[in-house]
């Protein structure tokens, strides 16, 4: 499912896709609160999560608009690695783009 099926056609992520620093898979689903996308990097897997713009609207009001958290495979699927806490959090696409240069 994609992240437009998921959760509207009209959903902001606030940067293009096809601009992002590296290929993001999209893993959204429709139970999640918010559209995720899995990436490898350096052998690892990671998931980064994509709240709504506006805080009102998201599960919690104190989450950032972006989150990258670690993953592992397991099954043949991508899943967060819940024993390791998230990398990178923020309200900023400028920000989020920062984070791979680095």
Excluded: H
Excluded at 37 to 45: K, M
């Amino acid at each position: 499912m994609s992240y437009k099926q998921a959760f509207g056609q009209d959903f902001d992520l606030g940067f293009d896709l096809d601009s992002f620093p590296v290929k993001l898979t999209d893993r959204s689903y429709g139970n999640d609160v918010c559209p995720s996308f899995y990436f490898s990097a350096g052998g690892e897997y990671f998931v980064l999560w994509v709240e709504n713009k506006d805080p009102e609207k998201r599960e919690s009001e104190q989450s950032k608009r972006y989150t990258i958290s670690p993953a592992k495979e397991e099954d043949g699927e991508v899943v967060i690695d819940y024993s390791k806490n998230d990398l990178f959090l923020s309200e900023k696409a400028g920000e989020l783009f920062l984070f791979f240069k680095n």
